[in-house]
């Protein structure tokens, strides 16, 4: 049945109740003390979700690949330029900018960071940015994490001391798999490699390998 309610707000509007007598007249009580009409509540949203958020102005195919985990400004939507006004968390939107001017390499650093080195490759990309929102507001030094990691990784080359013949077999047949040189010199193994990501899996293999034997890495 349809009832005509006098919502908190001031205004009026139609609703639709089921249930018995008493249960929808509980329901009009509830919406006279504390509900809001559907614009009020849009505006109210919206001022909710802006709170601690960025207006972003992109094109709606940008906001749907890789945004749309995102609240949108009401009616912001252009239909002939296609563009549309997208929330973004202010803690997201930093980072978010600091990636479109270094690249993919800084988002792959922090989803390595935000998942503990685990491989995320193929996941769509509104779900990495849900995996490093909720890391960043769980984790107040991210900033500093991102740092030390993209320095940590500029290094292109590892250098391996105290290293017993067992372990340096050990890690040449690792190391085999990837596009990186290894040279033997006074006691030291020096490994020199290219690519980021190969980088800084032998990086996570040696700080492994630390864990239970007694060699010392640098990286340079």
Same mark, same amino acid.
């Given at each position: 049945? /349809?009832?005509?309610?006098?919502?908190?707000? #001031?205004?009026? %509007?139609?609703?639709?109740?089921? #249930?018995?007598?008493?249960?929808? @007249? $509980?329901?009009?009580?509830?919406?006279?003390?504390? %509900?809001?009409?559907?614009?009020?509540?849009?505006?109210?949203?919206?001022?909710?979700?802006?709170? #601690?958020? /960025? *207006?972003?102005?992109?094109?709606?195919?940008?906001?749907? +690949?890789?945004?749309?985990?995102?609240?949108?400004?009401?009616?912001?939507?252009?239909?002939?330029?296609?563009?549309? +006004?997208?929330?973004?968390?202010?803690?997201?939107?930093? =980072?978010?900018?600091?990636?479109?001017?270094? #690249?993919?390499?800084? =988002?792959?650093?922090?989803?390595?960071?935000?998942?503990?080195?685990?491989?995320?490759? %193929?996941? *769509?990309?509104? @779900?990495?940015?849900?995996?490093?929102?909720?890391?960043? /507001?769980? *984790?107040?030094?991210?900033?500093?994490?991102?740092?030390?990691?993209?320095?940590?990784?500029?290094?292109?080359?590892?250098?391996?001391?105290?290293? +017993?013949?067992?372990?340096?077999?050990?890690?040449?047949?690792?190391?085999?798999?990837?596009?990186?040189?290894?040279?033997?010199?006074?006691?030291?193994? +020096?490994?020199?490699?290219?690519?980021?990501? @190969? %980088?800084?899996?032998?990086?996570?293999?040696?700080?492994?390998?630390?864990?239970?034997?007694?060699?010392?890495?640098? $990286?340079?």
């Amino acid at each position: 049945m /349809k009832y005509e309610v006098t919502f908190s707000c #001031g205004h009026t %509007g139609t609703v639709q109740l089921y #249930g018995k007598g008493d249960e929808r @007249e $509980r329901k009009i009580r509830y919406f006279e003390e504390y %509900g809001v009409c559907s614009e009020c509540y849009k505006e109210r949203r919206t001022v909710e979700a802006e709170i #601690g958020c /960025k *207006h972003v102005i992109m094109s709606y195919k940008a906001y749907k +690949t890789d945004y749309s985990f995102c609240d949108v400004l009401n009616d912001s939507y252009d239909k002939q330029k296609k563009i549309i +006004t997208v929330l973004v968390p202010e803690a997201l939107a930093d =980072f978010i900018d600091a990636k479109n001017k270094c #690249g993919a390499t800084l =988002f792959n650093a922090a989803i390595k960071i935000a998942t503990n080195n685990k491989n995320k490759e %193929g996941k *769509h990309y509104a @779900e990495c940015y849900e995996i490093v929102k909720a890391y960043i /507001k769980a *984790h107040a030094d991210f900033a500093k994490e991102l740092q030390a990691y993209m320095q940590q990784q500029k290094a292109n080359k590892i250098v391996v001391s105290n290293i +017993t013949m067992d372990e340096e077999q050990l890690v040449r047949m690792y190391i085999k798999q990837f596009d990186a040189e290894i040279n033997d010199n006074e006691n030291k193994l +020096t490994i020199t490699y290219k690519d980021f990501n @190969e %980088g800084s899996l032998i990086s996570e293999y040696l700080d492994c390998l630390a864990k239970i034997a007694n060699i010392n890495i640098e $990286r340079a």
